[in-house]
């Protein structure tokens, strides 16, 4: 539908089911290494100035990102990059402000810069319920995800270990897990920049804070109960998307 009211309005442009193939991978505008370093830059401080504003997800964050990038231009910026210039046909920028959004290849309104995709709001909605939708995409992001949780996991049972050690020799009772996360994200900054570890710090702090508002609910009195649930999400979504 949008190629097809594109071309109406003079632009011969086919727009393809979202994928890391071809040109327009580069509306996967998180990606940095597939957009040019403007459209990277405007991500990265709407982003930024976002989350400052209206918190790490939830819609009022996608809106915002939605409205700045558009007010930037970042849209006829992706289209020039593809050949196609449409600063000067405003019937175009119409089309292109009506059929098209930007929004996560995410769920439940989880935003991480890597995460931004600029896609029809058919695409978007579809996805919403259909994630493998995204392709390669998806995958990459879900085995990044995965991976940090698993090093908070690991990193906070080493630490709970000590710490429940240390409490028991003090004589103290030990503490919840959940009472250990504002510790974790330390810890595991320390551990991956020990072993010179290539992270996103965006993608940690964000895994961090989902988990730290999930845990009241995840956490019954059986702590280790509670990991396993977790670890049983994480494997269930790794596996929605055949990885």
Same mark, same amino acid.
């Given at each position: 539908a949008?190629?097809?009211?594109?071309?109406? &309005?003079?632009?011969?442009l086919?727009?393809?089911p979202?994928?890391?193939?071809?040109?327009?991978?580069?509306?996967?505008?998180?990606?940095? /290494?597939?957009?040019?370093?403007?459209?990277?830059?405007? %991500?990265?401080? %709407?982003?930024? !100035?976002?989350?400052? &504003?209206?918190? @790490?997800t939830?819609?009022?964050? #996608?809106?915002?990102?939605?409205?700045?990038? +558009?007010?930037?231009? *970042? @849209?006829?910026?992706?289209? #020039? $990059?593809?050949?196609?210039?449409? =600063?000067?046909? /405003?019937?175009?920028? !119409? &089309?292109v402000?009506?059929?098209?959004?930007?929004?996560?290849?995410?769920?439940?309104?989880?935003?991480?810069?890597?995460?931004?995709?600029?896609?029809?709001?058919?695409?978007?909605?579809?996805?919403?319920?259909?994630s493998?939708?995204?392709?390669?995409?998806?995958?990459?992001? &879900?085995?990044?995800?995965?991976?940090?949780? =698993?090093?908070?996991?690991?990193?906070?049972? #080493?630490?709970?270990?000590?710490?429940?050690?240390?409490?028991?020799?003090?004589?103290?009772?030990?503490?919840? +897990?959940?009472?250990?996360?504002?510790?974790v994200?330390?810890?595991?900054?320390?551990?991956?920049?020990?072993?010179?570890?290539?992270?996103?710090?965006?993608? *940690?702090? /964000? #895994?961090?804070?989902?988990?730290?508002?999930?845990?009241?609910?995840?956490?019954?009195?059986?702590?280790?109960?509670?990991?396993?649930?977790?670890?049983?999400?994480?494997? $269930?979504?790794?596996?929605?998307?055949?990885?």
């Amino acid at each position: 539908a949008a190629s097809r009211d594109l071309k109406r &309005v003079g632009v011969p442009l086919d727009i393809w089911p979202p994928s890391d193939k071809g040109d327009q991978k580069c509306f996967f505008v998180g990606n940095a /290494a597939w957009s040019s370093p403007e459209v990277a830059w405007h %991500v990265t401080d %709407v982003l930024n !100035r976002g989350v400052a &504003v209206h918190g @790490p997800t939830g819609d009022g964050l #996608l809106n915002f990102i939605d409205q700045q990038l +558009f007010a930037r231009g *970042v @849209p006829e910026l992706l289209f #020039l $990059a593809l050949g196609v210039d449409i =600063r000067k046909n /405003a019937h175009a920028r !119409r &089309v292109v402000r009506t059929r098209f959004r930007f929004g996560t290849v995410l769920r439940d309104g989880i935003v991480l810069r890597q995460s931004i995709v600029f896609a029809e709001k058919t695409v978007l909605l579809i996805a919403g319920m259909e994630s493998c939708l995204w392709s390669a995409w998806a995958k990459f992001w &879900v085995t990044l995800a995965s991976t940090h949780l =698993r090093g908070y996991w690991q990193a906070a049972t #080493l630490r709970k270990n000590q710490a429940a050690r240390e409490a028991e020799d003090a004589g103290e009772p030990p503490r919840r +897990f959940r009472d250990t996360l504002p510790q974790v994200l330390a810890a595991f900054g320390e551990d991956a920049a020990s072993r010179d570890a290539a992270r996103d710090p965006s993608a *940690v702090d /964000a #895994l961090v804070a989902q988990l730290t508002a999930g845990m009241e609910r995840l956490c019954p009195a059986d702590e280790k109960d509670a990991l396993r649930r977790v670890d049983d999400i994480v494997t $269930a979504r790794r596996a929605a998307y055949g990885i």
